[in-house]
């Protein structure tokens, strides 16, 4: 495909993303975005919600009800609307995405963020091995076979505040019972973003001009990253260098700790094996360790580098993360929790 440059648009044309459309609006990380892209002052946002939904967004967030299961329905919530934001449920209906992609389609929307956060998928043996990426390239494929939109795939790595706080199947803490598990020897560092990261990469992006000015503009823009990953972090850190974190947050160390080791390896193919006794369970344990194997692609900031800088993305403090992932947990986020919310 040729590439576009403002300078051969038609009348009228902006060289701007004013108009951005959420699913998911309301969950952890698509409020982050909405509340992002608001701030920002440049971005009607507008909220496409199932009818009945219940689930709160951000001040300043439109809200469009429609019926998840009429094309129609949704083709008429997307009209005018230059990206499509969709950050679903885990527990979202089959076909759910596919049904999203190809509202998108019908109404024109020019730009589609997938349900593709996460690790990179691009790395073959990570994408197969995480038991993740079929699913993330095949949301990634439905857009590319309706030939209409394109799409960005932020790619954020797991959620840190989450992580810490989810428990030992995701990073290995459980921090009510002051409990750890070391992969290896929890030296292996992957990337990790915060929640307000990906809102706050979203709205940068999405703020700089759409095209090109012409052929000689090299200046960022959202075409830039057209049908490509976006790759952004807050850190890049090692299981061993949370735990630091969260003996500074706590005021511990490793005497008030029960910490195990285990093989990544190991834990890995027992993972594998409950999950083929159905155990679902184990997913979360298969899709974490995977991701810390000794050079197995969680850190893909050493192979791709990141936007942040072009972005103009701060540098956070990973004690400050830390503590809001105590805090998750001490107020009973996991008590709480449900997965048509995330």
Same mark, same amino acid.
């Given at each position: @495909? ?8 038609? !009348? #009228? ?9 959420? $699913? #998911?609006?309301? #969950?952890?990380?698509?409020?982050? @975005? ?6 920002? %002052? ?17 001040? &300043? ?18 009209? %005018?609307?230059?990206?499509? $934001? ?11 995405? =596919? ?5 998108? /389609? ?6 589609? @963020?997938?349900? /593709? ?15 993740? %990426? ?20 932020? +790619? ?10 989810? #428990? !030992?199947?995701?990073? &290995? ?7 750890? +598990?070391? *992969?290896? =020897? ?33 200046? !960022?823009?959202?075409? +830039? ?56 369970? /184990? *997913? %979360? ?8 194997? !000794? ?37 009973? *986020? ?9």
């Amino acid at each position: @495909m040729a590439p576009k440059y403002a300078k051969d648009q038609g !009348p #009228g044309f902006t060289n701007a993303v004013t108009k951005v459309a959420i $699913i #998911g609006a309301g #969950g952890n990380v698509g409020k982050h @975005m909405a509340a992002a892209l608001v701030a920002t %002052g440049k971005h009607t946002v507008t909220a496409i919600s199932r009818e009945g939904s219940g689930s709160a967004v951000p001040a &300043g967030v439109a809200v469009v009800r429609a019926d998840y299961a009429s094309e129609a329905s949704l083709v008429a919530a997307m009209a %005018g609307q230059q990206v499509l $934001i969709i950050s679903l449920s885990i527990h979202a209906a089959p076909g759910t995405h =596919d049904a999203l992609v190809a509202a998108a /389609a019908k109404a024109g929307v020019p730009y589609v @963020m997938p349900n /593709a956060y996460g690790g990179d998928f691009t790395n073959e043996a990570l994408a197969r091995e995480s038991l993740h %990426g079929a699913t993330v390239r095949a949301n990634v494929a439905t857009i590319e076979a309706a030939g209409v939109s394109a799409w960005i795939a932020l +790619t954020c790595s797991f959620w840190y505040e989450w992580s810490v706080s989810a #428990g !030992p199947s995701a990073y &290995g803490f459980d921090i009510a019972q002051r409990a750890a +598990t070391l *992969f290896d =020897d929890g030296a292996e560092k992957i990337n990790t973003s915060t929640w307000a990261q990906c809102g706050r990469a979203v709205a940068a992006l999405l703020s700089l001009k759409e095209l090109p000015d012409d052929e000689r503009d090299t200046a !960022p823009a959202v075409a +830039t990253w057209a049908n490509k990953l976006l790759y952004v972090s807050s850190f890049r850190v090692s299981q061993r260098d949370m735990l630091d974190s969260l003996h500074r947050v706590l005021g511990t160390t490793d005497a008030d700790w029960t910490i195990a080791k285990e093989s990544s390896a190991e834990r890995y193919k027992k993972g594998l094996e409950e999950l083929q006794k159905g155990d679902r369970s /184990a *997913f %979360g344990r298969v899709l974490y360790t995977r991701a810390f194997f !000794p050079n197995g692609g969680g850190d893909y900031e050493s192979v791709h580098g990141l936007a942040n800088s072009v972005l103009g993305l701060p540098e956070e403090d990973l004690d400050e993360a830390t503590r809001a992932a105590v805090e998750l947990t001490k107020n009973g *986020f996991w008590d709480k929790f449900s997965y048509q919310n995330n």
